[in-house]
């Protein structure tokens, strides 16, 4: 079975947001993709601390199709830098992990 990975990002637009879970699952880069509801995010960006809302978008993938996924993102996300963060998955339902592999496999 394929090694599963949630990958994630975040993003200060919910209609960003819900364009890049949707290219992702359409073009077969993630099996599906949860957004968070609405959070403060505080940083360092150019010297000083910034403030922003964002919608933290975690992607169900394999490690297969992560590097196509992160390209894919980065060419299509607004942030100069956005976050990249991608969490191994060490266990869970094997219907459900079986039914990721599927679903970024079938049709590419």
């Known amino acids: 079975?394929?090694?599963?990975?949630?990958?994630?990002?975040?993003?200060?637009d919910e209609g960003q947001a819900r364009a890049l879970a949707r290219g992702a699952v359409e073009s077969k880069l993630?099996?599906?993709?949860?957004?968070?509801?609405?959070l403060t995010a505080f940083y360092w960006?150019?010297?000083?601390?910034?403030?922003?809302?964002?919608?933290r978008i975690s992607f169900m993938?394999?490690?297969?199709?992560?590097p196509e996924l992160?390209?894919?993102?980065?060419?299509?996300h607004p942030y100069d830098?956005?976050?990249w963060i991608t969490l191994p998955v060490t266990g869970g339902s094997a219907?459900?992990?079986?039914?990721?592999?599927?679903?970024?496999?079938?049709g590419v």
């Open 1 to 12: 079975m394929a090694d599963i990975v949630i990958a994630q990002t975040t993003s200060d």
């Open 30 to 38: 993630a099996a599906g993709v949860h957004i968070d509801a609405p």
């Open 45 to 55: 960006w150019k010297d000083q601390v910034e403030t922003a809302r964002e919608w």
């Open 61 to 66: 993938t394999t490690t297969d199709r992560l």
């Open 70 to 76: 992160e390209v894919w993102l980065h060419e299509r």
């Open 81 to 83: 830098i956005p976050q």
């Open 95 to 106: 219907a459900y992990l079986a039914w990721v592999a599927e679903e970024t496999t079938r």
